[in-house]
């Protein structure tokens, strides 16, 4: 059954290896994907004083460098202050950071013009894949992470992947509401967000099984 599930996982990464890189490939040869030519019409007709794009221009601060900067500073230090260990904030905070390496790494191999700049929402610079989308992944995917591992109770525990898992929905879909992502980037950001995180859970485990000194 392990070996089945297994096949299956290496089944799904081909699957969106390939699909991902089908995008790099028609982004890099100036053609929007498919994705990207359905999605367009209801982001570019949404007016900016609209509730709407209100509303999810307040959700996007939730994945911006201001607020994720002292807020990794803060949960790295509840995070040590509970397990009394550095290595969870090693995970967290580096793997945070470490997302935001790969998300600038990728980008500047794409190239990606964005479909529209807006420096007050940390929207400047390549667009693929949407840094918000990764890094959040990362963030509160490795926080729900470690939150779960102190808490007993499996409903409060559904709550706070489900609840940490929606933020992170939200923060994705703002930036293709307001603008300033095509639907693509956020895919393929939420995507390699995950996938890292799975590593960094991984690289935890590991590390935890063969040492308990930290």
């Given at each position: 059954m392990r070996s089945?599930?297994?096949?299956?996982?290496l089944l799904l990464l081909a699957v969106v290896a390939i699909i991902i890189g089908l995008w790099i490939a028609r982004i890099i040869a100036g053609t929007?994907?498919?994705?990207?030519?359905?999605t367009r019409d209801p982001v570019e007709g949404l007016a900016v004083d609209s509730v709407l794009y209100t509303l999810f221009r307040w959700i996007?601060?939730?994945?911006?460098?201001?607020?994720?900067?002292?807020?990794?500073?803060?949960?790295?230090a509840i995070l040590y202050w509970v397990y009394r260990r550095i290595l969870p904030v090693v995970i967290f905070a580096g793997g945070t950071y470490g997302s935001h390496l790969i998300n600038v790494f990728i980008k500047h191999i794409v190239e990606r013009e964005r479909p529209s700049i807006l420096v007050a929402a940390n929207a400047e610079g390549y667009s693929f894949p949407s840094g918000?989308?990764?890094?959040?992944?990362?963030?509160y995917g490795l926080l729900a992470y470690f939150i779960v591992q102190i808490v007993n109770n499996k409903t409060a525990?559904?709550?706070?992947?489900?609840?940490?898992a929606f933020i992170v929905l939200l923060i994705g879909a703002s930036?293709?509401?307001i603008n300033v992502h095509y639907l693509?980037?956020?895919?393929a950001g939420f995507i390699l967000g995950y996938l890292w995180v799975l590593l960094m859970i991984f690289l935890y485990e590991r590390i935890r099984s063969t040492t308990n000194r930290v």
């Open positions: 089945k599930k297994t096949y299956l996982l929007l994907p498919y994705l990207d030519q359905w996007t601060e939730l994945g911006s460098s201001h607020f994720l900067i002292p807020f990794v500073v803060i949960m790295s918000h989308a990764m890094i959040s992944m990362a963030c525990k559904r709550l706070i992947q489900a609840g940490l930036r293709y509401v693509t980037d956020v895919v």
